[in-house]
């Protein structure tokens, strides 16, 4: 069974302020892509990596893969109140039939 | 168009009642999903779909029946449930469950479900 750990579980922080969102994992996964969801709200898809050592960015977000495909982060540079949300990190797996492997999970609110 | 439509956003309903959720897709993709998520949890596989056929049943109870009628629609059908089946139901689809290499699910916008 694949494992993934995300952390922080939760993190508050001010408005300007930078952070980090981990997921590692003792496995390798294909891809790795990151969901941010809103209370009620399905997730949305941020951005998915799928070569070791990708580094893709998305305005004030960057995420990074692994080298070896086991772990992945998402800093945020700037945070704004807008940013507050359920970040989810999902590892895929090419054996599992697309089966997506979700991490527990980063509560993120950005305060004014 | 990445978007995948559920119907009904909120779901009341009693233990003996039978209801349907309903989830359509229009991207062409071949792979349907359910989930479920519960309070500040992840979402939790319960069924696959791959080119309208159940290729994966994580061990959900015979209260969930899903069927996929057609490539575009999910459904999920409903009976005799337990008010810890309340949660927020999720429909995600993706291009195809063989990808090369990998391949995105996009979920659509949930059902909030509430057994009384």
């Known amino acids: 069974t694949q494992l993934l750990e995300q952390s922080p579980q939760f993190l508050s922080i001010q408005e300007g302020e930078n952070l980090t969102v981990y997921c590692n994992s003792s496995?390798?996964?294909?891809?790795l892509q990151w969901y941010r969801q809103e209370p009620g709200e399905g997730p949305v898809l941020l951005v998915t990596?799928?070569?070791?050592?990708e580094v893709k960015k998305l305005k004030r977000l960057t995420f990074q893969f692994g080298d070896a495909r086991k772990d992945s982060s998402l800093h945020i540079t700037a945070a704004q109140p807008g940013d507050t949300g359920l970040y989810l990190c999902a590892g895929g797996n090419n054996n599992a039939g697309n089966m997506l492997t979700f991490g527990g999970g980063t509560r993120l609110m950005v305060k004014p | 168009d990445t978007e995948v439509t559920q119907t009904p956003k909120h779901l009341v309903m009693g233990m003996t009642n039978k209801k349907s959720l309903k989830c359509e897709q229009h991207?062409?993709?071949?792979?349907m999903y359910w989930y479920k998520q519960k309070a500040k949890k992840p979402p939790e596989l319960m069924f696959v779909?791959?080119?309208?056929?159940?290729?994966i049943n994580e061990s959900v109870p015979s209260r969930f029946s899903p069927e996929c009628p057609n490539s575009s629609l999910l459904n999920l059908h409903l009976h005799a449930l337990q008010p810890e089946d309340s949660a927020l139901y999720l429909c995600?689809?993706?291009?195809?469950?063989?990808?090369?290499?990998?391949?995105?699910?996009?979920f659509g916008p949930g059902t909030r479900l509430t057994v009384l």
């Open positions: 779909y791959s080119y309208e056929k159940l290729s």
């Open positions: 995600a689809s993706s291009q195809d469950t063989v990808p090369p290499p990998w391949d995105e699910q996009f």
């Open positions: 991207m062409g993709h071949r792979a």
């Open positions: 990596v799928v070569t070791g050592g």
């Open positions: 496995s390798v996964f294909s891809s």
